[in-house]
């Protein structure tokens, strides 16, 4: 795969799909470029015509990212073109999210254990009555969501 910062040092100029591929394949083949596009992914001289001049038809785009040698690679590299973005800032981007949501969830974990531990002091009358508090106010969101009237609270 071709490096993604060769083809995307003007960035004043946003590519589109049609576009992208052009300047990938011009790129790559500087010449007989209708010719090569043409055997690499067995287009007719209409088709890669159309991908060499950026006016390439959905159902050819499709056919040469279909192609054994169109694939993933070539989407990386059109991806690449489109955004201005290199496939290893996008890893090193999702690393850095998937680092920050782990230590997240380890630091909840840390409040759960916490508050386990708290929870785990408290005397068993302390907890009976807490359960009891917390079935009170579920009992009396359930009735006041079926348009029943609350129970009283024990007491």
Do not use: F
């Amino acid at each position: 795969m071709e490096n993604c910062r060769t083809l995307t040092r003007n960035r004043e100029i946003e590519l589109g799909l049609e576009n992208a591929l052009a300047r990938l394949v011009r790129r790559r083949w500087p010449e007989k470029t209708v010719e090569n596009v043409q055997a690499e992914w067995d287009l007719s001289r209409g088709q890669a015509q159309g991908v060499v001049y950026a006016h390439a038809s959905r159902s050819t785009i499709n056919t040469i990212i279909r192609h054994k040698r169109g694939g993933v690679r070539l989407l990386i590299s059109l991806g690449c073109v489109m955004t201005g973005e290199t496939l290893s800032s996008l890893i090193a981007s999702e690393v850095a999210t998937l680092e920050h949501q782990a230590a997240t969830r380890d630091a909840e974990a840390r409040v759960l254990a916490d508050l386990e531990a708290r929870l785990a002091r408290l005397p068993l009358d302390a907890l009976d009555d807490l359960a009891l508090d917390e079935l009170g106010r579920l009992s009396a969101g359930a009735s006041a969501s079926l348009g029943q009237p609350r129970p009283s609270s024990p007491g």
